[in-house]
């Protein structure tokens, strides 16, 4: 039994290697189908699942609805053999299947692991013996074994179980973070180290042969709880030090000292410094969502998570403390915020990405509205902006011409297509949460 077990997990190892594996992903997101891209560029058949009729429909048609990816990128991979369905019983044909599903929060701000849940209990039907299951999701630690895990081994007809040991058959299980980050093109993703803790040991090799057919590094370590509190550990050192200079503009401001200019200084130190800049507030489906995650498990050990829950607390703040300067740069002009006419530069969550969840630019243009100002936007990535979870704008882009009706444009997210010394020359007042405007001057400009 063994031998044969060992020579089933010996096979499908050669078929990772050898990029005969088919890979599904359940997913077709940001995270999800970029990933199919990556695994269809290296040869694999790959299979993307999505609950979302119009999302199948689109790729299927060889189209795309993520700007960064172009329709010729799904059309080609369509000739390596990839295509999209919603029909889970395609997961029995394969090998291995990435699950890339969202990881939201609920209305009390608590981990909402629904559509894990829902993905799980839809594949685990249609498992069969040596198949690989890895959660991509971002989640708390744990969930890989208290969540993937049970609805795997009581939902499938079989009555297969999670293999342990070495030589075990049934289900591999692995949890290996997704750390892309959006519109960085600094880095290649395959050049982003694949963390990868599976189960038992043969999860763990079955993972890091497929991963190590894409990645040029797999680091494995010794459990799935290990590589969730890892992607969870680089989220909040993100939250934490962007908080930090968050608040140290603030002071920076009331002493007239300008933060960008200590940060670009801090950083010319060739060790143990790290620069992160300020902004408006947080935004992405990651950094203002994944800590709490975190927050949240660690109730279960009576303990409280100080420094995620101050840098929430001064993040969260970050729109009012641009609002409040909106206002202040108004009031300095002897206008008021009630019936100004304000432009948003901006609804992307940062630079150059067509995402806007979480975006702080949402929560400015509300809060710019619940005050009585008259709002307009602009943002090349977004003709048009309707209701979101935590939003409902119902708000069409504005183009950016005649700025000068405008009592003040505000510079929430400076996608590179803007031109700022134009902005700035048309405008009356600037108010700039990016430093976007960096070596202009001008007396129209406010910096926060
Ligand atoms: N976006 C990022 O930059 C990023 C980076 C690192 C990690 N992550 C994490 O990756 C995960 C996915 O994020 P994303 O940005 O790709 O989300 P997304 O919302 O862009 O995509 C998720 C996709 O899953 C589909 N889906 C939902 N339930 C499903 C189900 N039951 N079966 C099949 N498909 C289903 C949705 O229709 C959607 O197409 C999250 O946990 C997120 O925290 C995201």
Known sequence: MASSTSGRLAELKRKMETRDARVGIVGMGYVGLPLALLFSGERFRVTGFDIAEDKVATLNAGG?????????????????????????????QMDAVIICVPTPLNEHHEPDLSYVVGTVQSIAPHMHDGQLIILESTTYPGTTEEVVVPILESGNPSG?????????????????????????????????????????????????????????????????????????????????????VNELKQLCMRMDIDIHEVIDAAKTKPFGFQPFYPGPGLGGHCIPIDPFYLSWKAREFDFRTRFIELAGEINTAMPYFVLDNITAALNQREKSLKSAKIL???????????????????????????????????????????????????????????????????????HSSYDFPAIVQQAQLVVDTRNATKGIDSPKIVRC
């Open 64 to 92: 795309s609805y993520i700007v960064r990816i172009s329709p010729a990128s799904i059309q080609e991979a369509q000739k390596a053999g990839f295509s999209v369905t919603s029909d889970y019983s395609q997961i029995a």
């Open 160 to 244: 297969l179980r999670v293999a342990r040991a070495a030589e075990e058959s049934g289900l591999h299980v692995v949890f290996s973070p997704e750390r892309e980050d959006p519109g960085n093109d600094t880095v290649a993703r395959h050049d982003i180290p694949k963390v990868v803790g599976g189960c038992g040991l043969a999860a763990a090799d079955l993972a890091s042969a497929l991963y190590g057919a894409i990645f040029r590094r797999v680091v494995r370590v010794g459990s799935p709880s290990v590589a969730e509190m890892t992607k969870l550990l680089e989220n909040i050192y993100r939250c934490v030090n962007i908080a930090l």
């Open 344 to 414: 948003v530069l901006g609804l992307a969550y940062k630079r150059d990405i067509d995402d806007l969840r979480e975006s702080p630019s949402l929560t400015i243009i509300e809060l710019l509205r619940a005050k009585g100002a008259i709002v307009a936007y602009n943002d090349p990535f977004f003709p048009t902006v309707g209701r979101g979870r935590h939003y409902d704008l119902n708000m069409q882009c504005t183009p950016l011409d005649n700025l000068a009706q405008y009592d003040a444009v505000v510079i929430v997210t400076d």
